[in-house]
């Protein structure tokens, strides 16, 4: 008999603070693959990479560049603009909420969070987006 596991899905986040990094895959990593990245830069990198993950969760404040920067960056890039980006920050400013959803975020993950209510966030943004197949890269 042969038996399929099915692939857990996989989660890019995006945070310059190693205690963040280490507390999202903590809460998530029994449900879902957690690939943390430190940078905007280094997330790029990866997307450019490697297989694209099934969310992004992205951090507004980061040194060199910040969450927009990224996101921007993220969706002029054809072959990754497709993944869904939901910001994760303790920016609690109606102004970012409201530019997060003008320019397209999946959601707006205010720290600090629950392990239950990250876990309902993410299952949710998942549900919404169901990751469409990778464009081709150019």
Do not use: C
């Not at 990094?21 to 809460?27: D, N, P, T």
């Not at 430190?38 to 910040?66: Q, R, T, V, W, Y």
């Not at 910001?87 to 102004?95: M, P, R, V």
């Amino acid at each position: 008999m042969i038996f399929f596991t099915k692939r857990k899905k996989r989660l890019l986040v995006v945070d310059d603070s190693e205690i963040d990094l280490i507390l999202v895959e903590s809460m998530l990593q029994d449900k879902y693959t957690v690939l943390p990245t430190n940078s905007g830069k280094e997330a790029l990198d990866f997307l450019l990479h490697a297989d694209s993950p099934d969310l992004i969760l992205l951090d507004l404040i980061m040194p060199d560049m910040d969450g927009w920067e990224t996101f921007s960056q993220i969706r002029a890039l054809s072959s990754i603009s497709h993944i869904p980006i939901s910001f994760l920050t303790s920016e609690d400013g109606t102004a970012e909420q409201n530019r997060a959803r003008e320019i397209g975020a999946a959601d707006y993950i205010l720290k600090p969070f629950t392990k239950k209510g990250l876990e309902k966030r993410v299952k949710a943004i998942l549900k919404k987006f169901p990751l469409k197949k990778e464009k081709p890269k150019s």
